[in-house]
Each structure stands twice: as structure tokens, then as C-alpha cells.
């Protein structure tokens, strides 16, 4: 899927909007012929002791501060998550769980399976300024990826609803994604 492929490679695009956390994150993103622009960015930070996991950033067909209608947007989007620590497997599948019981629920066990699915993609353990890219597109579905991995496209609004959500919804699992949220709705 081509919206994947330009998430991923973002990062070697020279222009870039702002730095955060050290890594540079553009204030555009082309993708299949539309540009997506940069909704906002910043740090997810985890534990009492504010350890910084990832950039996290958020690129839409339109700026909005509004994080319903940005999930409910029937429209391209891409969610960047630039690693600034190694994290296993097992710790995002759980955090990719939590996210989407806290902010869909009643949907976990319709969305278990396709869940599964996005573990496929997954390394064993994600590395430091490693990219993991979550791409909606109309028609097509959600693409999950890992920079220099494998890609998985899963069919289905409601779960690229679902996802989005584990960033964009009302129950974010701790202060430090509450934090991201409001980074990413910043509209800049």
C-alpha cells in the first residue's frame, strides 16, 4: 500500500515543520497523490519517572483540534510512531490491547482477531529510532508496518476507528499518552 510506504520513508524527507524528542518530524506528508499535513507531535512518556517510549505524529487531510471527528474522518491518515527506546513485543501488543478496551469497549472481542493479525507485524523487539507507521485509507483499510519490517493491511473502518483511538480517545491509559494526545490535537 503506497499511504504506508510514504509514512515510512518520511523520515528521509528533508523538510521538516519542528524537532521533537530529538527526532525531526515533517510538517507534510505525500501520499498517493493527496498531502496530508501535520496535525501535531510530541513524547509518549511512561512510569512515574516520565521515561520517553516515542514520537508520536499525527498527519490528516485537514487540521483539526477535534479528536471525534479526526477519528471519525473517513479520509486518509497516518499515525507515526518514531521509538526513542527498545520496547519487546509483548509491551506494545499489551499497550495496542489496553488502548483499544479503554476507548472501544464492547468492541475487543469483535476486533480480537484482526488484532492478532497486526502482531504478525511486529518484531520480536523494536529498536531505538525505529518507525512504526498506523495508515487509514478509504476503501483499502489500516496499514501497520515497521520501518525495515513486514506490513500488514487489515480491512475495516471500525478498527482503524479503534486504533486511532488508543491515541485520540476519551480514556488514554495514563498521563503520558493524555500528554501525547494533546500534542497530537494541537493542530501544530
Sequence with gaps: MRILAAALLLAALPASALEVAGVKVADSLPVDGKTLVLNGAGVRTKTIFAVKVYVGALYVTQRSTDAVAIVALDAPKVLRLTLLRDVDKETMLNAFRDGIESNSPGQSAALASRLKLVETSFPPE????????????PGQGTTIGVEGGKTIT???K???????????????????????????????
Design 126 to 137: 523494536f529498536k531505538d529510532k525505529q518507525v512504526l507507521a498506523v495508515a487509514y485509507a
Design 158 to 188: 471500525d478498527f482503524a476507528d479503534a486504533l486511532f483511538r488508543i491515541w485520540l480517545g476519551p480514556k488514554p491509559t495514563d498521563g503520558g499518552l493524555e500528554d501525547l494526545k494533546a500534542a497530537l490535537l494541537s493542530g501544530k
Design 154 to 156: 487489515i480491512e475495516g
